[in-house]
Antibody, heavy 116, light 107 residues
Framework: QVQLQESGPGLVRPSETLSLTCTVS????????WSWIRQPPGKGLEWIGY???????NSNPSLRSRVTISVDKSKNQFSLKLSSVTAADTAVYYC??????????WGQGTLVTVSS | DIQMTQSPSSVSASVGDRVTITCRAS??????LAWYQQKPGKAPKILIY???SLQSGVPSRFSGSGSGTDFTLTIISLQPEDFATYYC?????????FGGGTQVEIK
């Protein structure tokens, strides 16, 4: 059974870069796609982007200029960086995968608050 | 981007009721649709993928149907553990997009 766990700071200052890591256990990251998804408090779900194990990435055009997703196969981890954050980026961030379309496995989520 | 519109945004129902949630895509997405259940403070859990395929371990009272642009999630005989928020998601093309959610509340 694949399990995912997000980690990273819960508080980020405005204009700085949000950095999160997802550690995958119970399976190899060297297959399929792995995604980041976020959910602002009390709101719906927004797909941020994916990384394929080869390193190919794709992201939501609404965030593309600020998003970097990378993979570390040696650690079975993938990571998200979101630059120039504002209060609108305050959300629960989830990692999910492996997937080709639907998200079968999700991390528990981590709340990131953007505030000075 | 493909816009996903769910209705209703909320529904009040009693244990044992049949509940139907609809999801409309702004473009044809064939059968590339998934449904998720989310409870407060928890990650979404997949119920159905490819419109009508029930994820392993999900009770058979959940079913999905539709194709093209119009889709439905049906819960027959609602159980206490089914009170939650439900989301549809199109998996046809990037960016992947979700519906706004339907909250199923206790009547």
């Amino acid at each position: 059974q694949v399990q995912l766990q997000e980690s990273g700071p819960g508080l980020v200052r405005p204009s700085e870069t949000l950095s999160l890591t997802c550690t995958v256990s119970g399976g190899s990251i060297s297959s399929y796609y792995w995604s980041w998804i976020r959910q602002p408090p009390g709101k719906g779900l927004e797909w941020i982007g994916y990384i394929y194990y080869t390193g190919n990435t794709n992201s939501n055009p609404s965030l593309r200029s600020r998003v970097t997703i990378s993979v570390d196969k040696s650690k079975n981890q993938f990571s998200l960086k979101l630059s120039s954050v504002t209060a609108a980026d305050t959300a629960v961030y989830y990692c999910a995968g492996p997937h080709t379309g639907a998200f079968l496995h999700w991390g528990q989520g981590t709340l990131v608050t953007v505030s000075s | 981007d493909i816009q996903m519109t769910q209705s209703p945004s909320s529904v009040s129902a009693s244990v044992g009721d049949r509940v139907t949630i609809t999801c409309r895509a702004s473009q044809h997405i064939s059968s590339a649709l998934a449904w998720y259940q989310q409870k407060p403070g928890k990650a979404p859990k997949i119920l159905i993928y490819s419109t009508s395929s029930l994820q392993s371990g999900v009770p058979s009272r959940f079913s999905g149907s539709g194709s093209g642009t119009d889709f439905t999630l049906t819960i027959i005989s609602l159980q206490p553990e089914d009170f939650a928020t439900y989301y549809c998601q199109q998996t046809n093309s990037f960016p992947l997009t979700f519906g706004g959610g339907t909250q199923v509340e206790i009547k």
